[in-house]
């Protein structure tokens, strides 16, 4: 079982929406309680970024280019991660991933994806004006 699996990607115009979702049955299945969840994006000749983030008693973390756009949610009850897009723009188009890592006392997970070692495959967001 892939630990993380992200669906809901697609084709959208400017000013849309989108759900995305991450199954993280496989990575809660391994044992690890003290965790951080993170949505990551690549966009074709771009370095990968962070979009959000989110690890208990911490307020979620947002890129400056989401805020306000941009919400990243749990459902624990059922292992699932989501990021809810809205207002969508052309630059939003990437490959998203979901990632999964250790939380630690400090400094928090954040957008910092080398405090991530467990990554999905990918579902492409494609924004159309």
């Known amino acids: 079982q892939a630990q993380l699996a992200e669906s809901g990607g697609g084709m959208q115009q400017a000013g849309g929406s989108l759900r995305l979702s991450c199954d993280t049955s496989g990575y809660r299945n391994s044992g690890n309680r003290h965790y951080c969840l993170g949505w990551f994006r690549q966009a074709p000749g771009k370095e990968r970024e962070g979009v959000a983030s989110?690890?208990?008693?911490?307020?979620?973390t947002y890129a400056d280019s989401v805020k306000g756009r941009f919400r990243i949610s749990e459902d624990n009850g059922n292992n699932f991660l989501f990021l809810q897009m809205t207002n969508l723009k052309p630059e939003d188009t990437a490959m998203y991933f979901c990632a999964a890592g250790t939380q630690l006392p400090w400094p928090p997970c954040g957008l910092t994806s080398s405090r991530y070692n467990s990554w999905g495959q990918g579902t492409q967001v494609t924004v159309s004006n």
């Open positions: 989110i690890e208990l008693s911490r307020e979620p």
